[in-house]
């Protein structure tokens, strides 16, 4: 069955500090990849996606991830947090399996004081 | 434009009670998909609706089903509620297959 890994649980980052959350899936075929993002009180919103392309794709807010097939990675970026990005991070994939299931991680949970 | 809406936001039953949850899509979508999310997880998927007709189906007991109305509209029905069935229950849906899903603000159900 397939399957997303975040390894970060708990993330704490000062402001304008550089961030890198991790995130593996299992799944030798094809997938579409996305990170969403909950912010306190929020519903999940979408910060990027991978279709095709580009591997290095960039998002809203000055995210940005890039998927390495060969690692089975898709890992989150952002070169300078803002208190604002405080929030819960989830990684998600959809297999091309014939099946929709939007699969995600555990999240990861980034708090970035001032 | 209105994004999914989910009611109600908050909702409290006992255990061994049934429960419906309703969805509304974003406008111009008709895939409805329905996540439970329990503390400090990440969502699960329980099922997808698509044309009136559960498309998909996650690992989720048969006590959860469904229903999605000609407007793609949905319900999410758990019948004899467990103490384990308290989470965020999230709608999300989309317009082509497998797409962006757009999630609604949730429905908390707590099981007393």
């Known amino acids: 069955a397939q399957s997303v890994s975040q390894h970060n649980h708990h993330v704490i980052l000062s402001e304008a500090a550089s961030l890198e959350l991790g995130c593996n899936y299992s799944y030798g075929g094809t997938v579409n990849l996305f990170w969403y993002v909950q912010y306190p009180g929020q519903h999940l919103q979408l910060l990027l996606k991978y279709f095709s392309g580009d591997p290095l794709v960039k998002g809203i807010k000055g995210f940005e991830a890039e998927f390495i097939k060969s690692k089975f990675s898709f890992n989150l970026r952002k070169p300078s947090v803002q208190w604002s990005d405080t929030a819960e991070y989830f990684c998600a994939v959809i297999a091309f399996d014939n099946t929709d299931k939007l699969i995600f991680g555990t999240g990861t949970r980034l708090q970035v004081f001032p | 434009d209105a994004g999914v809406t989910q009611s109600p936001t908050h909702l409290i039953k006992t255990r061994g009670q049934q429960v419906t949850l309703r969805c509304s899509p974003k406008s111009g979508h008709d895939t409805v998909s329905w996540y439970q999310q329990a503390l400090g997880q990440g969502p699960q998927f329980i099922f997808q609706?698509?044309?009136?007709?559960?498309?998909q189906r996650g690992n989720f007991p048969d006590r959860f089903s469904g229903h999605q109305f000609p407007n793609y509209s949905s319900e999410l029905n758990v019948n004899a509620l467990l103490l384990g069935d308290s989470a965020l229950y999230l709608c999300a849906s989309s317009l082509d297959s497998p797409g962006e899903q757009f999630f609604g603000p949730g429905t908390r159900l707590t099981v007393l």
């Open positions: 609706y698509y044309e009136e007709e559960e498309r």
